[in-house]
């Protein structure tokens, strides 16, 4: 973008740390956030932080993460961020450090369902198998339930429209044919990952597709 003379914008920075975040590029990643505001004028909101959190806390860096969560402004530490930090300590059995981020992430989001869950495998993770199992306990008796996972996607042109899609949903029109194209991806990435140089698989899935 700046080779021709444009300048990122908040999104692209985004997506910057995103794709830091999922390489395990923490240094490179801190030093985009750094960029922001010091090269291009730009204030990092919640959404970058929480990116750069994640990054520190996949990499085990979770003191490094909890700092950077005190440096947000206060109305910024909503529950995504504070769970963010909590998973990544569930992960490395950082037990004092994920209490602390389940008691933010509750106090931010009472109803939700990420910090109980976190901290139950938390717990379990360490063989703590009755605090697992009070969390779990507390989030049956707040009567929260987990969400299930899901996605959208844009489709057409002019007058288009937003199509949702929940985890094991059947009940959208064309469902077999949704699913019957997941199965051909899925079969498409099972050759690629065996067989790579011996076909072309988008012309395996465009015959397989076309019979």
Request: hydrophobic residues 40%; charged residues 25%; neutral net charge.
């Amino acid at each position: 973008m700046c080779r021709v003379g444009l300048k990122p914008d908040h999104v692209a920075f985004i997506g910057l740390l995103s794709a830091c975040c999922h390489a395990g590029e923490v240094e490179l990643g801190l030093r985009y956030l750094s960029a922001m505001s010091k090269r291009y004028g730009l204030e990092p909101a919640k959404e970058h932080y929480g990116c750069v959190v994640d990054l520190l806390g996949r990499a085990g860096r979770i003191n490094e993460a909890e700092e950077l969560i005190e440096r947000m402004a206060p109305n910024e530490r909503d529950g995504v961020v504070w769970t963010s930090l909590l998973r990544a300590c569930a992960a490395r059995g950082a037990e004092e450090t994920g209490k602390k981020a389940a008691e933010r992430a509750m106090e931010a989001e009472p109803w939700g369902a990420g910090a109980h869950v976190a901290m139950a495998n938390l717990y379990a993770s360490k063989g703590q198998w009755h605090e697992a199992a009070q969390e779990r306990y507390m989030l049956k008796q707040k009567g929260v339930v987990k969400g299930v996972g899901w996605s959208s996607i844009t489709v057409g042109g002019k007058g288009r429209g937003v199509g949702v899609f929940a985890a094991g949903d059947r009940t959208h029109p064309q469902d077999n044919v949704i699913y019957e194209m997941l199965e051909l991806i899925y079969f498409g990435v099972g050759l690629a990952r065996y067989g790579p140089d011996q076909m072309n698989i988008a012309s395996e899935l465009e015959l397989m597709v076309n019979n």
